[in-house]
């Protein structure tokens, strides 16, 4: 064996020494670059063993000498100058099954995911390792490693390696479930309150913390509150808004007390106290908040966690998360909602609204956590148990348990000196303790619990002799596993259920007259597992011959059926589940339940398990005798199988056997002892159990999942605990880096041994997933087979051929492109699905071929024969798409199910309280799924096709991702604020910088455009260094081109001065004293004419600078606004630069530069050329001679409102505009010759050409700019990465940073209440406006006509809206058919952090809610006129800027206030009272304005009586 001496080097340094491995290749000849090799000290074989890839060679290294870098040498405990064994490693030995990567304040999409997965194959890589891809600008660190059922240090990743995608930085939503049992106390006498806030989230935020997370975080307090009612005649009017009532009758209402809203901490600790606050009022706020005087209220209660609003919360934060595409942000990636509850994991459930939550969650790949800090119960948790509205006593209950859920039970690792017993269910009260009224609320059947215990214990002693045990192996007795039905069904056996007492009272609405003396015939044994759970506890047997068939379906007609089975023949009921047991139930696999299975690691048993649930014993193997037979079904081709249990209320096809193309071993392996799998064997072989041939010849099990558990493959056992002797796997923070450490910390200790030999587990928290939660994994395993396909799916199919579409297409750009090729069109194909939910289907290369049969899998292993042709395989729900590559066409085949889940709408009302807000306001909300069939991908495809053309549009149902900002003017306001203690200091304190906002302007679009691929305008020289010696060189050298760029001006290219000799460009030294930057040669003579005027403008040094020549512009283009400004400065006798500049065009001088004569000349942002130039020049370009192609690539932006920067105008009255005769149109939408608000043009967003893709997208924009107004910027894109797009935004955030600035604005800024997409949790803060502060309680307006009043009310709140700083926003109009809409104006603080919008109050106005086609599910009581949103007061809607990151939010502290008062909380703090008229502010407003008129009116007298005079 040969040693190797260590060395070691630190990258940077040394540039022949930048390697993670430096080795000479005259020792290793035989060696690549490329290959893997181990490395590890000679003496510990068996320990860490470090595998690096050989990316280069060096000759300097020395012989016998490798160097590695000194960081990973300290990881590894590699001591520098020792030796160490080296030798080469096949990849395939060292393979990973699977590797978790950790990233942080980045926005990585799963298009980048996938890219990022491929860049990673074949590649080595250690713990801690940090990865740059440069092509994609993403930067993410190694953190955990599996292979072979064990954690590694280091590794290979190969084609099958699973990535798993964990987000530092993500949308955390943290729920606290403020039900009854919050203020309980748990076993060691802490509130449950305590124990979740002073427990859990303490340790969370540490943990938080020690991980450097920087989650976005929004903290939310929830509660149901039961009134005890009848009928809603009890209640007063002004309660009835948000009441809803539930299926037993009940009214109610939920409150949310948003307590923290999109806040990123370093430090959380502040904000426990802020909940601790919360805390001691919340009960009282929430029970008392409709009490008046004087009037009489129902009596309040907090339900139980059982009977809480636990669903309806999930969906609200997915109301918000399936909404990401619209405020994308570039700092962060991942969505995740956590339920903290003090329950058990019980939950009382609306089936409607499960199948909707369930649907919602697993299609938008949203991680939903749930952690209870109850102790842990002894069934299988969570436990949706759903609302039994079938009120006959025979009905039974039903259960379901979400695999969509992760659980985790949170307990303290107090220790009680005497004990270690950890009670598991909590015992009833007895009946002098229990009063009937306590139970009303909380329902599931405590109070039947008490009765039952108060009674004459006696009666129960007879139960005593019953056998338990025989009896539940009759209920619970599993299938026959050979069975010679044809017709196979599941079905219930006949049994005859027991009345629950719980169903009866409430049918007969009397509990107060109940006892239970007077039902003893209902009074039955506490254990009786109907009492609990009905008959759905039974597994149904199948039965053995098909003439009890019908016999048993008729038993069926009084069970409860909300599930249509898609079969036209009679239905069978449901096995139901049991919760005590349910690993006796096993389920038809879906793609619904393979969804996130990988971002599971495998354990050494070849399951996939969740790490924070331990087994802590081996199940120890029994008797074959009395082993549980598995469940094995079996299919003919004939035949039709229904589904074992559809215990989540899952409508699935009836399908005969998937084949899962997963190589995890059968999932009840760690289950069955050595004679249990020779037994299984024996069976399958069988005579009478002959294979058919469409069945792959897997285990059952493995075709089929368990029940429980969100692998779907663990084992559910009855002995659980919540203790914490356990380490945890998942705790380590990388300090060991052995790969057995972690799972030795696993074994039993020995007196762990748990009855009946059944494995102990035991849940705790899964850190990880609530520290760096997973994003949805981009592969799956899990295809239908052929006849499912046939029988269940609806194929489609269409082809494409990128060639041929791009060839048309690419002739009639204005500015050609490289088209993609076909095989970038097929991988753009691909990451669009999967950027949209879908997940790449991994199919098992290596068919089985066990047990001598052939493979019957629908999907023949992809064969890679031709280069071109590929295939991928992707699903996303039940939906499944094909896409083939072969040669140069490309086809896409669809697969959707033939029967889809009918749409359902819940309509949802609530009341929430955000920060700053004063109470609860009424909202609502409507949870509906989405139809992903329905998804245009053919339109999608085409947009890829033909590079983004104007024929195929992004529309909204594409769901595209996109960036909205608004261009502000720079102030300095907060200090200014600051100085003066008072917001309203505008625009007093303002200093008129309107032209150098304006080639701010100009000079952020230029920087946009110069995307085109352009050469860039020439920056005015008042902007960039004045002219100088070396700039003169540069003008004077002869072999300067147009086209390149003097390096002084890094990056922008000056106006092109063709100088001919040193003497003009010195001139243009000289004569620097004009600040608009032109060089100035001569004034024009008051008399000059038109084509002097023109010959001058075409001067090649003192003219107009031109552009550069650039694609589809003519030569000779230059901008309208330059044009005037240039005019401006030479003219002196009062001609108006514009009408020379129309003038030209008329005498056709200039044209606009798309060729069109028809348009005039507009001042602004808009392209012009010089016609008459010479055609034979060699640089000669001629206009495109189409116009929508020209705007459909460049931005043009009318200048409205500063025709005073090039013309000098007679100066306004000063009269505000409330108080003039006629007032002035609000905005320029108003007079704009152009009548289109906004603008979109094509984009280039790669323009540093870093990306390995073709990237572009689309800039939307206002059409006019005009100052003291907010300006619009949307960037729009489907087919570029996350990062290449944050970067091209910042660079125009650094060019428009002088006078103006870029803010990132939400879709939604004022999130109002009933709108289609605005966020549940957030909505506008309403502050009153005094309007009575006249003397004599005079009206305001009183002296203009009736009809100018309300706009006249408008213009006032819009000037009081100006003192504030707050500038208009222009928005397109909402129209609406034959409704009178009010009129509405928006507007924006200047400093980009809040948001007001004022109403017409006057129009009778309603809201109504959107009207959606699907079936619509509410429990709303009262009314459904959603006129909440309209102030009937007058005043203004406020809302903050959410889409500022947090740390600049809080960067703007008012120094010298008494606390270091938050500015944005100032402004609403002044702005409120300046509203309320305090210290008489509004009215000192109002008369000061009046004040100005009278002035006005004077001037304008005294004007016009001194004419007159001159007359005389």
Known sequence: MKLYKLNTHTRGCNKSYDADLVMNLKDHPNANVGDVVEIYAPDEENGTHLLLQITEFNGSCGRDVISIESGI?????????????????????????????????????????????????????????????????????????????????????????????????????????????????????????EKAVNGFLTELFQKWRKLSCNHEVTIVLFSRTFYAAKSLDEFPEHMRDCLQQDYKGRFYEDFYRVAIQNERCDDWCTVLGQLRKLFTSYQATVLRYHERENMKIPPATNSSATQGNFLEVLNISLNTFEKHYLDRTFDRTGQLSVVITPGVGVFSVDR???????????????????????????????????????????????????????????????????????????????????????????????????????CNQSEYKHNSLFDYDAYDEQIFQPLPAQSTCSLQRVVRAKKTSVPSL?????????????????????????????????????????????????????????????????????????????????????????????????????????????????????????????????????????????????????????????????????????????????????????????????????????????????????????????????????????????????????????????????????????????????????????????????????ISDYTLLPDDVNHDYAQSRAVYRKPLSTEEVCKEIVSQRLAQ????????????????????????????????????????????????????????????PRHPYPPINVDYRYRFHAPQHETYEISGVNFTTEKLENFNWNHMDLYICTRGDVDYPLMESLKYWRYRMYLLPRENIVSKIASCQRCDIFPDVTADNTREQVEDFVRLIEAVSKLKRQYARKARQHDTPRITEKHHNQLNSPQQSIN?????????????????????????????????????????????????????????????????????????????????????????????????????????????????????????????????????????APPLDDYSAFVNEWLEIEFQGCSFLWHDEPVTTPVPNFLRDSPAPQSWTETSSNKRVYRQSHLEIDVNQKSDRMEWGHVKHHTVLQPRFAFEIVVEWVTSSGPIVADLIGGWMRKANQFNFLVSVPADPMAEPFTKKSDPLRGPIFIPLCTTFLPNGAALFDEFPEESRSDRMLFFQEAILGKFGFLPCVLEKKYSVGKDLPKEYQYVHCTGNMFALIRCATNNYQVESPILKEANVTRCVYGHTNNTNVPKKVGFLWAWNHMIPNKKWKAQTINNSADGELFQLKMLKDFREFCSNSDQRLSTFWTQSQELKRRAQKFEFNNNNTEENKMK
């Open 73 to 193: 040498a300290n990881a590894f405990k590699m001591r520098p100058y020792s030796n160490v064994v080296m030798r080469i490693v096949k990849p395939a030995d060292v393979a990973l099954d699977s590797i978790e990567i950790t990233f942080k304040d980045q926005y990585m999409g799963r298009s980048e995911m996938w890219r990022l997965k491929t860049y990673l194959t074949d590649t080595c890589v250690y713990v801690n390792k940090k990865i740059d891809y440069n092509d994609m600008q993403i930067r993410c660190q190694v953190y955990e490693m599996w292979s072979q059922g064990e954690r590694v240090a280091s590794g290979v990743i190969t084609e099958d390696t699973k990535i798993v995608f964990r987000s530092s930085t993500s949308m955390v939503y943290l729920f606290l479930q403020m039900s009854s049992e919050m203020w309980d106390f748990d076993i060691h006498g802490d509130l449950y309150f």
């Open 352 to 454: 409607e609204l499960t199948n909707i939550t369930k649907q919602r969650i697993i299609d938008n790949g949203v991680g939903s956590d749930l952690v209870c800090v109850g102790e842990q119960p002894l069934h299988a948790v969570p436990l949706l148990k759903f609302h039994n509205k079938d009120t006959t006593l025979t009905s039974a209950d039903d259960y379901s348990l979400p695999h969509w859920i992760n659980l985790s039970f949170y307990s303290t690792n107090k220790k009680i000196a005497y004990s270690s017993f950890i009670p598991r269910i909590k015992l009833p009260l007895f009946g002098s303790q229990l009063t009937l009224h306590d139970g009303v609320g909380e329902g599931e059947g405590e109070e039947n619990e008490g009765h039952f215990l108060s």
């Open 502 to 794: 719980e169903t009866y009272a409430y049918r007969n609405n009397d509990w107060e007259n109940l006892t239970p003396t007077q039902i003893p015939a209902m009074r039955r044994k506490m254990s009786d597992p109907d009492i609990h759970h009905g008959t759905s506890a039974m597994l149904a047997a199948l039965q053995p011959d098909t003439t009890n068939l019908s016999e048993s379906l008729a038993s069926e007609k009084n069970a409860r059926r909300t599930i249509v089975s898609i079969a036209p023949i009679v239905r069978p009921g449901r096995a139901l589940i049991n919760p005590f047991d349910p690993s006796q139930v096993t389920i038809k696999l879906t793609s619904n339940r393979r969804r996130w299975t990988h971002i599971f690691p495998k354990g050494p048993t070849g399951v996939l398990i969740q790490q924070h649930h331990y087994q802590a014993v081996p199940a120890k193997p029994t008797q074959a005798g009395q082993q549980r037979p598995l469940q094995q079904i079996q299919s003919n081709n004939n035949n039709d199988q229904e589904d074992y249990g559809c215990a989540n209320g899952e409508q699935y096809d009836r399908v005969s056997s998937h084949s899962l193309l997963s190589k995890s071993a059968s999932s009840q392996s760690f289950v069955m002892g050595d004679e249990h799998i020779d037994f299984f064997k024996r069976r399958q072989n069988s005579p009478m159990n002959p294979l058919p041939a469409n069945v792959p010849n897997l285990t059952a099990t493995q075709a089929k999942s368990y029940l429980w558990g969100a692998t779907g493959e663990q084992e559910w056992t009855p002995a659980i605990t919540t203790v914490k002797h356990l380490r945890p796997i998942v705790e380590g923070e990388h300090h060991h880096l052995g790969s057995l450490e972690a799972l030795r910390a696993l074994d039993p200790p020995p007196d762990a041994e748990a009855g009946g030999g059944r494995g102990k587990i035991i849940i705790g928290v899964d850190w990880k997933s609530l520290t760096i939660p997973a994003c949805l994994p981009i592969t799956t395993d899990y295809f239908p087979d052929k006849r499912s396909l046939n029988n269940d799916y609806v």
């Open 837 to 896: 939910g879908f997940q790449l289907i991994v199919v098992d290369e290596k068919p089985p071929t066990a047990g001598g049969c052939s493979s019957g899998s629908a999907v023949q292993p992809v064969k890679l024969s031709r280069e071109t042709n590929k295939e991928y395989l992707l699903s996303i729900g039940r939906i499944f798409h094909k896409i083939s590559l072969s040669g140069s066409v490309i086809t896409v085949t669809g697969y959707r």
């Open 1044 to 1180: 390149v760029r003097p390096k002084l001006e890094n990056g922008r290219i000056p106006r092109i001065f063709p100088a001919t000799d040193a003497a003009a460009a010195a001139g243009v030294a000289a004569r620097d004293d004009q600040d608009d930057g032109f060089p100035v040669d001569i004034k024009f003579s008051p008399n000059a004419t038109l084509p002097e005027i023109f010959e001058a403008m075409k001067h090649p040094v003192n003219g107009v600078g031109f552009f550069s020549q650039t694609q589809s512009l003519p030569s000779c283009t230059f901008v309208a606004y330059d044009a005037l400004m240039w005019l401006k400065t030479r003219l002196n006798n009062g001609r108006h630069p514009l009408d020379l500049l129309e003038a030209m065009r008329k005498e056709r001088m200039i044209c606009h530069a798309s060729g069109d004569w028809k348009k005039p000349v507009v001042p602004g942002f808009v392209f012009y050329y010089v016609v008459q130039q010479d055609k034979n020049a060699k640089d000669y």
